[in-house]
């Protein structure tokens, strides 16, 4: 079955890195865009980057940009999330997914994303 599994997340002081990692059984995200998205208690779901099918493609939120890199490795059916020089306001539920539109159509809009893991908790605080 389609199954999509985040780990990686942890406690980390700030101007920390962490990658968190997107592993997927049942299927092969060969053919499905990326993303990563983040909510935070009191906040709503935001989407954070993604990435298209053939990784030749990536977007970023305003507010990570700079720090966070997507990237993705097909040999091991995996989706990577590095991010660098975290702040406290990175906290969060990193959540990813995966939708059969395009990167470009779907973007960070959550509704497009058809997949989705179960999330891992990102902590920044000294």
């Known amino acids: 079955q389609l199954q999509l599994v985040e780990s990686g997340g942890g406690l980390v002081q700030p101007g920390g890195s962490l990658r968190l990692s997107c592993a997927a059984s049942?299927?092969?995200?060969?053919?499905?865009?990326i993303g990563w998205f983040r909510q935070a208690p009191g906040k709503v779901r935001e989407g954070v980057s993604c990435?298209?099918?053939?990784?030749?493609?990536?977007h970023y939120a305003d507010s990570v940009k700079g720090r966070f890199t997507i990237s993705r490795d097909s040999a091991k059916n995996t989706v990577y999330l590095q991010m660098n020089s975290l702040k406290a306001e990175d906290t969060a539920v990193y959540y990813c997914?995966?939708?059969?539109?395009?990167?470009?159509?779907?973007?960070?809009?959550?509704?497009?994303?058809?997949?989705w893991g179960q999330g891992t908790q990102v902590t920044v605080s000294s």
């Open positions: 997914a995966a939708t059969r539109y395009s990167a470009a159509v779907a973007g960070l809009n959550s509704g497009n994303y058809d997949y």
């Open positions: 990435v298209s099918s053939s990784g030749g493609s990536t």
């Open positions: 049942g299927f092969t995200l060969d053919y499905y865009a």
